[in-house]
Each structure stands twice: as structure tokens, then as C-alpha cells.
């Protein structure tokens, strides 16, 4: 007997599910009885490993770019979508929330800007200096992550994502219970 349409769906997305990344597949939730462009929707960023660990310290910003497939990845110019967020306030998790977002394939490329001179600071070996951290939690090899390795779907009404900062090669931990 051949497996039917849905079994075969159902095998195909436990495949996929065992390649995934680290950080949890994003989730999609309603927005209660608020009447929902279905073209747009709210991207919800909740972003670990808030904090200067080397001096305890908890300040500066977070510097998030949101890049679709029509921008060039990790380019300062045409960034469909900028926040700069302090992170006075919070210690360890902080979310980032974008309304109006379209609907669509999406990456997040973040880092923590210690020093506030919107600058990514970098060591002698070009790795990151400054905490950062991409959707999907994406690491590259010899190099920043792919836009497909970052990307991720946003759906309407609203999408959450995870993204853990990173020290150089080594990610910050996560938080047993993030808001």
C-alpha cells in the first residue's frame, strides 16, 4: 500500500524538523477580535542574552535590520526595516515588536551596540567584537549565515521569533522562561 498525501507530509515535515536550528520554529498567533490586514503583520523579536557579560553591565542598543529576499543581505543600504531599541531596563530578554509587517520571507541580522557608535565592532580576526545574533540563529562557516539559513516566514496576524546573542563563536544562554 503507498502512503497517502498527508502521511507523506507528515514524514517530509519530521525530516525537516530534525535539520532545523537551534531556536524554536516561529509561532503565528491571533490578535483577538481586531480586524487583520491579511497582507501585514505583527513581528514580535524576543532577543536572549542581553548584557555585557564581561563587565556585568546591562546598556547600550540593540540595532535590528529586517531584510526580505528582494535586499541585499548584511548591506547597510535599503534595509527595508531599522530599529534601534536601548536596552537600559532589561536584563538578560528583551522583545522587539514591528507592526506592519508584509507578509512573506524574512531574516533578522542584530547586534548588541555596547558602545552606541552603530558601528558592529570587530577583533583582530574580523569575528564580532559586540554581541550579535541572527533569525534562526544562524551561524555561517567562514562567514556570516546565508539569507536562506536566516530566513523565516512571516504570517499574519503576528509572528514571534527567538534570537539568542552571540560572544564571537559561543551563544549566550538560554533563559529557562522568556517572557
Known amino acids: 500500500m503507498r502512503p497517502s498525501g498527508p502521511v507523506i507530509s507528515t514524514l517530509v515535515l519530521a525530516a525537516l524538523t530534525g535539520c532545523a536550528h537551534r531556536a524554536p520554529a516561529p509561532t503565528f498567533t491571533e490578535r483577538g477580535d ?3 490586514d491579511p497582507s501585514l503583520a505583527r513581528l514580535v523579536v524576543t532577543i536572549y542574552g542581553i548584557g555585557d557579560d564581561s563587565r556585568g553591565e546591562v546598556g547600550g542598543r540593540i540595532n535590528l535590520g529586517l531584510f526580505d529576499a528582494s535586499t541585499e543581505w548584511l548591506t547597510a543600504e535599503d534595509i527595508p526595516i531599522v530599529r534601534v531599541v536601548p536596552t537600559l531596563g532589561h536584563v538578560d530578554v528583551m522583545s522587539i515588536e514591528i507592526d506592519d509587517v508584509p507578509v512573506g520571507i ?10 552606541q557608535d552603530n558601528q558592529l565592532q570587530r577583533g583582530l580576526l574580523g569575528l564580532p567584537a559586540e554581541p550579535w545574533g541572527m533569525s ?3 551561524i555561517g562557516v567562514m562567514g556570516p549565515a546565508t539569507f536562506e539559513e536566516a530566513s523565516f516566514e ?3 496576524p ?7 546573542l552571540w560572544d564571537g563563536l559561543v551563544m549566550r544562554d538560554r533563559p529557562d522562561k522568556l517572557p
Not at 106 to 115: G, I, M, P, R, T
Not at 158 to 164: D, F, N, S, W
Request: zero cysteines.
Open 158 to 164: 503576528e509572528t514571534r521569533i527567538e534570537i539568542g
Open 136 to 138: 534562526n540563529n544562524a
Open 34 to 36: 481586531q480586524p487583520v
Open 106 to 115: 524574512w531574516a533578522v541580522s542584530l547586534y548588541h551596540d555596547l558602545n
Open 154 to 156: 512571516v504570517r499574519s
